[in-house]
């Protein structure tokens, strides 16, 4: 195996050359195993792999190769699972002493669904403790050292970003998939809440939760969203959404994206600022009208009512562990489901009434406007692992279970690192996201960049 591999190829350029028998599944898991050996031992991006066995699925696929007729689109693919999913061939311990040796007997339907597409797991990535704020892993940002790549979905965005996998699962409770994506010059699809199954994922706030995955270029994304998507009988939030099949081109031109603005999206950040005005300026030369908008009153009472909800939510699933063995927590989890315990139940039905008002009202601003559009942080990913970086910008849309989309626009003129974009599309309109994402990645190479020690 040479030291280097080529550069890591995206979903779609793998499976045209699979489909024309260009390279054969070993090969193409070998240019990640090359990556991940060479790069692991510094980003830290994973807590188990198991090498050999995605060696021995890789062989078993290259037979099936050869007389295979239709491959599916994730056949071969090596991903990684953010270490909150259930799997049964790997231990679910949530970054947390509390869950260590814990080995669930069935997988997560996440799981089991591109397991039915033939995709090669790899192992299980870093997360904060039980996908919280508190606790990060010692992940660092393969962008630049000694930066965080954001959490709590740490591992399975540094390790795209690595090149070591095509795509990783991760979750999403306030900006634990955006967020990330933006730092990583990713692209992730947060679908609409209840598009994608929870089964089988350690859950951070049950109403709130999302299932994602970081990849390369919204038709990545596109890719793995079909893939993932659909009623499950094991999450009845999925039960009234039916399935949706995307695609990839789409007129967006007389389209009108709202600027939000509003000062819980002020920056700073004179780079972020920068590449954000320069992705305005790109779609507006797509023909798409570009205006300033305001979110309708009531905004600051739905961001604290998801923090309430959060806690609630949180300290609820955890109250019985903690109170037997409160130590097993780690210090930022102690605190936080410590003062969780005094959210009464009419504060949480209070904060749960809040948010479903606010969604309605929410809505309205679609009558104005095709998609909304922010910075995807508020800054690039901060010097420092003690902390993961601010969710603010991605955390009313959770709130919402709006669906978004996180593609990289830019890099900071001295850090190169990168800076994200945020389009935000009104409930169950992934599609809108798809068309204008798609054809701004066409005109653009900012998702096409690597870390420079990647390649």
């Not at 049964?88 to 997560?108: H, K």
């Not at 192992?123 to 704020?133: I, L, S, V, Y």
């Not at 010692?138 to 591992?155: A, E, K, L, Q």
């Not at 699933?317 to 210090?331: E, I, K, L, S």
Request: glycine share 6%; hydrophobic share 40%.
């Amino acid at each position: 195996m040479n030291d280097h591999a080529p550069e890591p190829r995206s979903i779609a350029e793998a499976h045209y050359l699979l489909c024309r028998r260009k390279i054969s599944p070993s090969e193409l898991l070998e240019e990640s195993l090359t990556r991940l050996t060479r790069l692991e031992p510094h980003v830290h991006a994973w807590v188990a792999c198991d090498i050999e066995s995605a060696r021995r699925q890789a062989v078993a696929l290259d037979a099936r190769l050869s007389r295979a007729q239709d491959l599916p689109p994730l056949f071969a693919i090596p991903y990684g699972v953010k270490d909150i999913f259930h799997t049964r061939d790997f231990p679910t311990e949530a970054g947390s002493r509390v869950l260590q040796g814990f080995r669930s007997e069935d997988d997560a339907t996440a799981v089991e669904r591109l397991a039915a597409q033939d995709a090669i797991l790899i192992g299980k990535t870093t997360t904060t403790e039980f996908a919280n704020w508190g606790t990060p892993p010692p992940t660092v940002n393969p962008w630049r050292d000694g930066h965080t790549p954001g959490g709590s979905s740490s591992g399975s965005a540094a390790a795209v970003a690595a090149g070591m996998v095509m795509t990783a699962l991760g979750t999403q409770t306030a900006g634990s998939l955006s967020r990330p994506a933006a730092y990583n010059g990713l692209t992730v699809l947060k679908a609409s809440y209840g598009r994608i199954s929870k089964a089988g994922v350690i859950p951070a706030s049950w109403s709130l939760d999302h299932v994602g995955a970081f990849t390369r270029s919204v038709e990545d994304s596109l890719l793995v969203y079909q893939a993932l998507a659909g009623p499950d009988p094991r999450d009845e939030t999925t039960w009234t959404l039916p399935a949706q099949s995307l695609s990839l081109k789409g007129e967006i031109a007389g389209q009108t994206i709202g600027w939000l603005r509003h000062p819980h999206f002020a920056t700073n950040d004179g780079d972020v600022v920068a590449a954000l005005d320069d992705a305005r300026r790109t779609l507006e030369t797509l023909g798409i009208r570009c205006i300033d908008i305001a979110p309708p009153p009531g905004f600051e009472d739905a961001v604290a009512a998801q923090q309430i909800i959060m806690q609630a939510e949180t300290t609820n699933f955890h109250a019985d562990r903690y109170y037997q063995h409160p130590h097993r927590y780690g210090d930022y989890l102690q605190a936080f489901i410590s003062e969780g315990l005094t959210i009464s139940a009419n504060d949480y039905l209070r904060a749960q009434r809040i948010r479903q008002q606010y969604r309605q009202a929410f809505a309205s601003l679609y009558d104005k406007v095709d998609l909304l559009m922010t910075p995807a942080a508020p800054t690039t990913a901060p010097l420092g692992l003690h902390a993961t970086g601010s969710p603010a910008f991605n955390l009313p849309f959770t709130n919402l279970g709006v669906p978004t989309l996180v593609l990289p626009v830019g890099l900071s003129a001295d850090t190169r690192l990168p800076v994200g974009m945020q389009l935000i599309a009104p409930n169950l309109e992934e599609q809108r996201l798809i068309h204008v994402g798609h054809r701004y990645q066409q005109e653009t190479d900012w998702h096409r960049r690597w870390a420079p020690n990647v390649i």
